[in-house]
Every structure is written in structure tokens, then in C-alpha cells.
């Protein structure tokens, strides 16, 4: 093929996205939906297909956390149909929104993995102090005995650590920046 033939057929490919973006622009089908809710302070749904059927921002005053916590389904549509939080999934939200330092002992586990990971030393016996809540999911159908995950923010690390709790106990994830 000569050069200005994939020259012209490039345009082409280029023109008829470019239509189809302007075309696409606008319909709701795909997008995240900013919803009312009586508990969340914000409630996001988001489209079917997607890892999450809601996620939320909880507006929290606490030495713990830095205003804002995030919460987050653990489910899907495949999982369960109602885009919004089930009466389970908010009494769990409920439970800890009300008093993060509930999840702590839940992360400590994962964290002291993390610490000696990043750090090379032994979680410190005040390892709360380094720590914020930055937001959990919440297990399916809100059952504490199913899969969920801790993030905190560790200001010492300046990075995010990142514990998958099972069967009350936790585990490092990730780190991240």
C-alpha cells in the first residue's frame, strides 16, 4: 500500500470518530449518575458493565479522617440488580462512618505487612497516629463475613495502603502513591 492511500483512510477512521464522539455527546447511557440519598452526602450510580454499582462521599468530622471518607459496593449488576445501596449496605456504611476507629483493627494486620514492607520495621504500637481513613467498600449484601477492603492514607509514607479484609482478618493489597 502506498503512503497516501493510509494517509486518506487515517483522516477517514479520524473524521468518523470525531462524528461519532460529537454524535454520542450528551446521551446518558454509560454515564455516572449524581444521585439524592437520605445518608450519603453524595451518591454516585454508575452505568451497568462497570467494576461497582454505587459509590458515595461521606461528609466526616473525626481526628481520623480529613472530611471525606469514600464508601463503595463491592458488587456489581451482575451481582445484584438496584443500582442504589441496599438497607444492608447503608447499615454497614452506618456502622463504621459513625466510628472509624472500629476499622482499625480490621486494617492492623494489612497495615503491619505494609509498614514493614515500606518502612523495614515493625509496626509501632501507636500506628494510628500515621494513619487517616481514606474509605472501605462495603462486602455484598453488607455481610462483614464477606470479601471488603480498607484504604488509609499513611502520612509518614506519604502513600495509600491498600488491605483486603477476609474472615475479619486483613492483608496488604497495595501500596500506592
Known amino acids: 500500500m502506498n503512503a497516501d492511500f493510509l494517509m486518506i483512510l487515517l483522516v ?6 470525531f462524528i461519532l464522539a460529537i454524535f454520542n455527546r450528551g446521551r446518558s447511557v ?17 452505568p451497568e458493565g462497570g467494576h461497582t454499582r454505587w459509590e458515595a462521599e461521606q461528609d466526616v468530622v473525626s481526628g481520623l479522617a ?7 459496593a463491592e458488587d456489581n449488576y451482575q451481582l445484584v440488580s438496584e443500582a442504589y445501596p441496599s438497607d444492608a449496605e447503608i447499615a454497614f ?8 476507629s472500629l476499622l482499625l483493627p480490621y486494617a492492623q494486620e494489612g497495615v503491619a505487612q505494609g509498614w514493614q514492607t515500606w ?14 481513613v481514606d474509605g472501605f467498600t462495603v462486602p455484598v449484601e453488607g455481610d462483614i463475613d464477606k470479601p471488603w477492603e480498607i484504604t488509609l492514607y499513611c502520612e509518614r509514607a506519604e502513600h495509600y495502603f491498600c488491605v483486603s479484609v477476609r ?4 492483608k496488604l493489597c497495595s501500596i500506592d502513591g
Open 119 to 132: 518502612f523495614q520495621e515493625t509496626l509501632p504500637d501507636d500506628w494510628q497516629q500515621y494513619f487517616i
Open 66 to 72: 480529613d472530611g471525606v471518607v469514600s464508601v463503595v
Open 12 to 17: 477517514v477512521a479520524m473524521s468518523a470518530g
Open 167 to 170: 474472615e475479619g482478618r486483613s
Open 93 to 100: 456504611s452506618k456502622r463504621f462512618l459513625g466510628n472509624l
Open 30 to 46: 454509560g454515564k455516572v449518575t449524581n444521585a439524592e440519598h437520605e445518608y450519603f452526602t453524595r451518591l454516585f450510580l454508575l
